[in-house]
């Protein structure tokens, strides 16, 4: 009875773990392919030297799709016909092409009054119900921290788990009076070279010591062990299938010995060259998912450089790149925009279910033993008896 609760309990650890692996990986592959350097905003004043070096830079960008550079982290109280508390996202020109955005009613920003500095405020629908439950927000003035805007736009709402408050709002960056948390600077990177580019122009820009965020490595870094299980359990299937296939080879070789006996080989060459373009595929097959498999576990190399010693047999390169990485992840203050406390909850979310899956196959691994075992020493005592 005892197995059975085992069996049922490893059945519903297994269930848990593939469900909160499948919601992490779709909310990890959702997250845009992003390059963010993120640093402490300026104070207010000093926003629109800033955003004019940075127009500078982002001309030398070239094809780099999407650079912009926003303020994010700033929350505060909306108020209309009722109030409400939202963050503020201060934007500048090409946020909404590395920040899509559905808009619902009325127009984003255009570029004068992005230059301009106007007082005008897009809402996310949540809010702007909440702001105008009549839904009459387009054109009507709502009132910040800093001041009032005019509402000229209502865009669909979506939140992340990397979101502070329920509710956002979008302002020109250029309007804003009060100091926001951080400042942003990113762009859809397609490849590391575009990452590069923009973290030259920010960091001219923006100033030094602020923090670069490459998503699509950490995307990566957010899979690595359910990556290095995938590895694990897909070798162990190849060889599973390499196996069989071999058998299946050396039994279709004897067979054929057999019938070479009573007939002759031109006989059966149609039969052979079939049997032996089956087997062949069959290789080639394997050889393509092992290089697939292997790929997996060897293209983390290229990306995550920094782990690599620069001399594998000198175990002083190897103390020093380990000691980097130490230091890196024990420094005491660490900036993160909204995509990356996505990412990091979702690669936790990951980390429990990749845990609840092999705790279930443990579990129903250990009621299989159990249960062979049972069955053997029973057969071993009817044969005694």
């Known amino acids: 009875m005892s197995k059975m609760k085992n069996a049922r309990a490893g059945l519903v650890l297994m269930t848990v773990g593939a469900i909160l692996c499948v919601y992490s990986v779709w909310g990890i592959f959702k997250t845009p392919a992003l390059c963010q350097y993120v640093t402490i905003a300026p104070e207010s004043g000093e926003i629109p030297a800033v955003l004019d070096i940075w127009d500078e830079r982002r001309d030398s960008l070239g094809e780099v799709y999407g650079a912009t550079v926003y303020t994010s982290s700033y929350s505060s109280s909306v ?48 809010i702007a119900f909440i702001l105008y439950p009549g839904g009459e927000a387009l054109g009507k003035t709502v009132e910040l921290a800093d001041g009032e805007y005019r509402v000229t736009g209502v865009v669909r709402a979506s939140q992340t788990p990397g979101d502070v408050d329920d509710y956002a709002v979008y302002v020109p960056l250029r309007s804003l009076k009060q100091s926001a948390s951080l400042l942003i600077a990113d762009c859809l990177a397609t490849s590391a070279s575009d990452a590069r580019a923009l973290e030259e122009a920010a960091r001219v820009a923006l100033g030094e010591g602020g923090e670069t965020h490459y998503l699509q490595k950490e995307i990566m870094r957010a899979w690595m062990l359910a990556r290095l299980l995938i590895v694990a359990f897909g070798m162990f299937a190849l060889l599973r299938a390499l196996r069989s296939v071999n058998s299946r080879l050396s039994a279709y070789i004897a067979r054929l010995r057999e019938e070479l006996k009573t007939a002759y080989l031109r006989d059966m060459i149609a039969q052979v060259a079939k049997s032996s373009f089956g087997f062949v595929l069959g290789y080639c097959v394997l050889a393509a998912l092992g290089a697939f498999v292997l790929s997996l576990l060897i293209k983390p190399m290229y990306v995550f450089t920094e782990w690599i010693p620069e001399v594998f047999v000198e175990w002083s390169s190897i103390w020093d790149r380990a000691s980097r990485l130490i230091k ?58």
């Open 79 to 126: 108020a209309g016909t009722q109030a409400a508390q939202a963050t503020v996202f201060g934007v500048s020109e090409g946020y909404l092409d590395a920040h899509p955005k559905y808009i619902i009613e009325g127009s984003w920003f255009d570029l004068p009054q992005l230059s301009a500095g106007t007082r005008a405020i897009v809402l996310d629908e949540a």
């Open 328 to 385: 890196d992840f024990a420094r005491p203050v660490k900036l993160q925009t909204r995509e990356m406390a996505a990412v990091s909850y979702y690669a936790l979310i990951l980390r429990w279910g990749v845990i609840a899956l092999l705790a279930g196959c443990v579990e129903r691994l250990w009621a299989r033993v159990s249960q062979s075992r049972d069955i053997k020493r029973r057969s071993n005592n009817a044969r005694t008896s």
